[in-house]
């Protein structure tokens, strides 16, 4: 009953959180909400049993992701969004209504949560979970499938960020140039 | 009411989804819309790892004495998409810094009125 | 912010705890939650708070860019180096049995490098792209 409350609350506050970073208009508070939120989720996850995403969401979400976002609005000087002056809220709010419709109807379907007699835990996981040790030695079964049963797309995924932090040093890695708004030419110095 | 405490992490996953979806689609600010391709990208994170819990089972580190694990599946595959998303918004911030630098603006329709009038 | 004495001495010592966190991390990802995404994660996040406290010049010097962009691509270089050199030693490409003398020992081994390249690409990445934005402000 006492984790039941918990998620309760926790969800809860999610949902405040983000309805908040809707609401408001002044860019920095909204950044330190989405920080906020992070934190937030990452406690979702601890309770919901997965440490290594909770870590990861944590260190990522509300440390990296938070700091770039402060450093592009220290770098545009854009501390408030413009209050809308000829905003129509109602063709987003229809579509983003019969979205979530269609979604929660998808769900009606699904197993209850935390049920251990749902498809998804039926295949693919009591194989990795029985023989992650015997095969490969290693205790944690989220480090075995994810360097070793499923090596590649771990190596995709070094890829892609390796490419972010090229394409993030080209497009602004040099000095910044003088030049007027409108005529920007595109290149710049390298260090 | 089992029906309702099965599923409603489910549907406040959906809903967080709706939220960041509104902000992307309707608010012109770009760091905001950022904010809000977040946001959606989180409660996704969120739908996953509800699907992946097993009621009374630990987390994924084979240890003496435990039967019950959740399933380390899902963990994996939102491990990748954690990684990818911050990757996915810093090249976006990237973007916004060098929209700011070229327009002088970021909000979207001031943008679409330069990019008209040219 | 180098005039703030409560943020000049906390950050002194802790950075050096926060850099053995990440390293104990980054090793026993084994053994319990973490691995390399994370302890790349948690180092950069050591530099990125002394450049933050000491001035953004202290923190290029801590570590060159032109070292940042070679450990960057080390680390994708040992991930797939580990592939081809399981392609030398007869087996498949990433199949980890054959670089040991058992095939657990090889998986170990192989599970081993492959999170030191990843720690080492994300670790790299994460300083690029904060150096770049911050470095972008300057005159």
């Known amino acids: 009953m006492i984790d039941v409350f918990i998620d309760v609350i926790l969800l809860a506050f999610l949902a405040i959180t983000a309805v908040s970073i809707v609401r408001m208009t002044n860019l920095f508070a909204i950044i330190m909400l989405f920080g906020i939120f992070s934190f937030l989720s990452a406690a979702m996850f601890v309770v919901m049993d997965a440490v290594d995403v909770a870590f990861t969401e944590a260190a990522v979400g509300a440390g990296i992701s938070t700091v770039l976002m402060l450093a592009t609005i220290a770098l545009t000087r854009d501390h408030h969004e413009k209050a809308s002056v000829s905003h129509r809220p109602w063709l987003p709010l229809t579509v983003v209504i019969v979205t979530g419709a269609a ?9 209850g949560f935390g049920d251990p007699e749902a498809p ?18 290693v205790p944690n079964v989220v480090t075995a499938v994810l360097a070793s049963y499923r090596g590649f797309d771990t190596l995709g995924e070094v890829i892609v960020v390796f490419t972010a932090g090229i394409a993030v040093m080209l497009l602004i890695g040099g000095r910044r140039r ?11 110095n390298d260090k | 009411m089992d029906f309702i405490i099965g599923h409603y992490n489910y549907w406040i996953a959906i809903f967080l989804m709706m939220t960041g979806f509104y902000t992307v689609i309707s608010r012109g600010n770009l760091v905001k819309k950022i904010i809000g391709l977040n946001i959606f990208q989180v409660s996704v ?19 003496e004495g435990v039967k019950l694990y959740s399933n380390p599946l899902p963990h994996v595959l939102i491990l990748t998409a954690i990684v990818v998303g911050v990757a996915t918004t810093a090249l976006g911030l990237a973007l916004v810094v060098r929209i700011k630098e070229a327009y002088g603006t970021i909000e979207e329709d001031e943008i679409h009125q330069q990019d008209h009038s040219l | 912010m180098t005039n703030n004495l409560i943020l000049r001495v906390v950050s002194k010592s802790l950075i050096p705890l926060i850099i053995v966190f990440a390293l104990y991390v980054q090793f026993h990802g084994d053994y319990g939650p973490g691995g390399g995404f994370q302890a790349g994660v948690i180092m950069s996040a050591a530099i990125i708070l002394y450049a933050l406290v000491f001035g953004l010049d202290a923190g290029e010097q801590v570590i060159p860019s032109t070292m940042l962009r070679i450990l960057a691509s080390l680390g994708v270089l040992i991930y797939a180096g580990v592939g081809v050199v399981t392609l030398f030693l007869g087996g498949n490409y990433l199949d980890y049995s054959v670089l040991g003398g058992t095939r657990v020992a090889g998986q170990h081994l192989g599970i081993l490098l492959v999170e030191l390249g990843v720690g080492m690409t994300v670790f790299s990445v994460m300083l690029i792209i904060f150096f770049a934005f911050a470095g ?3 005159p």
């Open chain 2, 45 to 63: 994170f969120l739908l996953y790892i509800s699907m992946s819990t097993v009621k009374g089972g630990a987390a994924p580190i084979i240890t």
């Open chain 1, 103 to 111: 979604l929660v109807y998808g769900t009606l379907d699904i197993p």
């Open chain 3, 136 to 138: 972008r402000g300057r």
């Open chain 1, 120 to 137: 998804a835990q039926m295949h693919v996981a009591p194989y990795y979970i029985e023989r992650s040790v015997a095969e490969t030695g």
């Open chain 1, 178 to 188: 003088k030049s007027n708004a409108g005529s920007n030419e595109g290149d710049e």
